[in-house]
Every structure is written in C-alpha cells, then in structure tokens.
C-alpha cells in the first residue's frame, strides 16, 4: 500500500503543544489507527522506517514527540553518547503524568483524523514500549504491541523514578503483545518474569514472545540490528493488530 510518510499535526497538551508526526495510507478510505511511541531518541529516520512498515498494511500511525517540553518541535536526537545522556534524562525528568497525558491527547487527536474508523491500537520500542503499555491502559486502545519495554518491572519511569505501572495493570483491557530479548540487559530474565507474574495475576490478555536478540534489535541502524527479526516482529506485529483491530 503506498503510504504518505510527511505530514504532521501540532495537538495541545496541558504541558504545552506536542507535534505528532503521520504516516499513512495514501488512498482513500478509513483506517485503525495505532499511536507509535519511540525510543528515547524521538522521531528518528529508524522510526519514521518502522512506522511506515506498519501503516503501509493499512494503519493510520501517529508517532508523538514526547519530550516536547523541552525540545524544539522536530528534534531527533543522535544515536551517540550525548543524545543517550540527554534521552535519559528527559525520561527520567518528565512527571508520569505528563506522558500519560500526551498519550490520551494523541489518542484522541487519532480516533478524531478523517483518515481513521476510530479504532485504536499502541505499539512502542524501548521507553516507546513502556509508554505503549500505559497508553493502552486508557479504554479507548483495543491493542498494543510492545517490544522491549524498558522501566516495567523496575518502577523507575518518570521524574521520581516511581511509576505505579505494574501496580495499574488491572487495568489492562488491551489485547498486548509483549516482545522481548533474551540478551537485553535492560529488562533481565528476572525482570521479565515480574511483569509476566503480574499479567498472570490480573488475568490480563497478553501474548508473550522472547528472542535470541540484544536490546534494540528493530532499529535498523546499528550493531544490534537482526533484519530477520525485523521481517518476523513485523508479521507479528500486524497479525496482531488484524486480528484485535479489524477483526481479521
């Protein structure tokens, strides 16, 4: 499906006026619609390459910029130490409730596009899987997809480093698809196995998937990149939003 990969909107936030970058089909119609959240970097051209992976099966994908407080509108930050440093410190400076607001902000901005049926799905890498799993606690997300959620099973998104997302997760009404590597020394064996417990305990509809693959395995830049996983997380990924946003 051709898709239209340069448009955005600028959405209000309590905190402020956030860009929300769209990819899309490029022919008419109404589509679902999945809410893309990045990794630390913010909207890099690995991003921009992953979302439209997705939306050119047939997905509007909004992708927010959610350190907008305190970047200028249209900041990617590098893939080096310095854009790392300056990634995690805004991650752990912004208040919680400040990502979940832009989260609820973008996912009405979604529901509300012409070129969107209202259906509405999360999918995140990284921080973006974390902030994929919160977006989908609001009850208006059928679906989420999230690859290597960093901070889950730690507490520690946020300014304060003390997130109540395990706490929260009875509130999961989305069916999540959880993706993880077994080589990622930011979400250990340990740590998975909290996460899942939880998702046990609450009874939540999940499915769970671990690989023989480092952390960041789907950005395509990099000596982490597995093309062949990326070819297969694809499949899974729209398999999943098929099933649980068009019902396929």
Known sequence: MIILTDEHEDIATPTGMMRVH???????????????FSEIYQVTAPIRRL?????????????????????????????????????????????????????????????????????????????????AYRAALNPSVSAAVCFYATDIHSGTLGAGQSDDSLARMDELAADTLFVWGRQDPHVPFAGRERIRARLEETGARYAWTEVNAAHAFLRDEGPRYDPALLVEAIGWTVAHFDRTLRGA
């Open 22 to 36: 769209l990819v899309r089909p490029a022919g008419p119609g109404r589509f679902p619609a999945v809410l893309l």
């Open 51 to 131: 979302a439209a992976l997705i939306a050119g099966h047939g997905f509007v994908v909004g992708i927010p910029e959610v350190y907008h407080e305190d970047e200028p509108a249209g900041t990617a930050l590098a893939y080096d130490t310095a854009g790392t440093e300056r990634g995690n410190a805004l991650k752990f400076g912004k208040p919680l409730s400040a990502f979940d607001d832009d989260a609820r902000a973008a996912l009405d901005f979604l529901a509300g596009h012409p070129g969107s049926n209202g259906r509405l799905g999360t999918f995140g890498v990284c921080l973006g899987g974390h902030l």
